[in-house]
Each structure stands twice: as C-alpha cells, then as structure tokens.
C-alpha cells in the first residue's frame, strides 16, 4: 500500500533546540540558553515530535531522558550544527578576510617529543594561520572529528577508525624499556629478563589504553606477568618517575628525545619491540581547506 502521507520536516533551528534539551538534559535549561520561556520550549517539543510522529524524550515531574528514536536522530544528525559551523567559518576566511584556523585534538599518550615533526613546517608554510590544539580523551578526538567539530585529531590507530574518520597519514612508534641510570641494566635473554621483569616495579599507561594493549600483548608473546605499581597516560612523567628510581617503563622511543636529563635514565631497545601505530584523522567526506591539506601534508610522520 503506498503511502501519501507527507515526509516530515525538521529544520536547523528545531534541531538545535533538540541538540539543546538533550545537552542539558532539562527543557528550563535549555529554554534559558536560548531565551525562551519553559512552557514555549515545551510547546515547540510538542509541535517538533507532532510532526514527526514520534516521541523523542520522555518527560516526568522529575527527569527527561531521551528516547531511542530521540537517541538515533541526534547521533546521525550530530555532525550537521557542526559542518554548518566550518561552512561559515571557511566563507569567513576565504571571502570575508577572517583569520584561518585549525582545530586540532591531539591524544594526551603523545610526548612533548612528538610535537616537533607535527607543527615543524607550520610557522614557515602559514604563520597567519591559528592552530587551536586541545586534548581530549581519544574517544572524544575521533568523536569530534567524525561530527566535524575538530579539523584533525591525532590519536592512536585502533579498530574501526576508517569508519568513523579519514585517516591522512600514520606512523609506527616503537617502543623502549627505561631504567633508572641508578641501577644496573637488565639481561634480555629470556629466562633472565622474565625473572627481572615480574620483581620490577612497574608503570605503565591505563589499563585497555591501546597502549597498554600492545605492551601487555608483548608481555604475554615473552611468557612474562607483571602488576603495575601505578599507570599513567603520560609518558613524559614515566620518564621523570624513571630517573628517580621509582619504577620501570616502556615509552615511545621518540619520547627520550624531549627528556632534559637523559644521563639520569638507561634505555634498552628491544627485538622484537612493543608497537603502536599513530594516525592523523579527519572528517569523513569534506574537502579540506588548503591551509588544512597544507598542514597535514607538512606532518612529519617517519
């Protein structure tokens, strides 16, 4: 049977008061952060599910919660405020004289030493331009780069990402084992490191971090269990904590390179070594501005 009746319509406006209700989980909030009056918001909510057909949050005396049709529309309709706003934002630069900007993420599990080969031809390639860099979780990186609220993220490669962004570039990090200067250097043969390892007091990213995955995936190939004593995302603090004798580590090789007092520290390169993969991500189906591809393009990722 064919139906006639007409598509229903929904248009930017109604779609960021819902964004808005589901923000601040309250119609009086959002009724506020938009100057409206409690009971006019919850009249235009009423007229918005009227013409869809469909509830999309549920409403009691205590709480609003969304619903699943509620839920689905606004996580496949998350990027569209966003890609209006970089719309507007590339009219502004390229016709009305605003300043161009980036908006990167970068993942808090890079070091300080991995900022060099990502920003090292910006300056000379487009001073005028502003980089705007924040550090979210990785999850919120790649979840704002597929809803185009940042222009990059930079985050560890993990399954599933093609799906979400595009991938521009990515580069291999390996990893070392560091010890403090203070002690002596384990022997890698296996049976002597196994029996080092598991005494050693050790620190390490969070557990089910992708970094951490990878380094207890080298754990379980050499037979070796270990507990660590403390887990930190931060490798240029693993470095510090090293250097004063308070434990053992793998860090990105690269990472010792920004680390003042590498005389404090010894560093053993292992064969076969831990591995993680780094990728520069972008939104999906949107033509870069140039300044952006320039950026991306200048990535030193090797």
């Known amino acids: 049977m064919n139906d006639d009746r007409p598509t229903p319509q929904l248009d930017l406006k109604d779609l960021h008061l819902l964004h808005l209700i589901n923000h601040f989980k309250s119609i009086t909030l959002a009724a506020d952060a938009v100057n409206l009056t409690q009971s006019a918001l919850s009249r235009k909510l009423q007229a918005i599910e009227l013409e869809l057909g469909i509830q999309l949050f549920y409403r009691s005396t205590r709480k609003l919660s969304i619903s699943p049709a509620g839920r689905q529309l606004l996580e496949d309709t998350a990027a569209i405020p966003n890609i209006l706003d970089s719309a507007i934002q590339r009219i502004s630069e390229n016709f009305l004289g605003s300043q161009k900007q980036i908006n990167i993420g970068i993942s808090s599990s890079l070091s300080l030493a991995h900022l060099p080969g990502i920003f090292h031809s910006q300056s000379n390639l487009h001073p005028e331009v502003k980089v ?171």
């Open 132 to 302: 705007i860099i924040s550090q979210p979780t990785a999850d919120e990186i790649i979840h704002q780069v597929a809803t185009n609220k940042l222009d990059l993220g930079i985050v560890n490669h993990q399954a599933g990402l093609e799906s979400k962004a595009q991938v521009h570039h990515q580069m291999s990090d390996r990893f070392c084992l560091i010890v403090s200067a203070d002690v002596s250097a384990p022997s890698l043969s296996p049976k002597h490191f196994k029996k080092w390892a598991e005494r050693q007091t050790w620190i390490l990213p969070p557990e089910r971090s992708v970094s951490r995955v990878v380094i207890d995936e080298w754990f379980a190939k050499k037979g070796v269990q270990v507990t660590p004593n403390m887990e930190l995302e931060n490798f240029d603090l693993m470095c510090q904590l090293t250097a004063l004798n308070m434990g053992v580590a793998f860090i990105p090789k690269r990472a010792l390179s920004a680390f003042p007092r590498k005389k404090q520290l010894q560093h053993l390169s292992l064969q076969p070594a831990p591995e993680r993969m780094l990728s520069v991500i972008g939104p999906k189906n949107i033509v870069p501005s140039q300044h952006i591809e320039d950026f991306t393009q200048s990535i030193l990722f090797s």
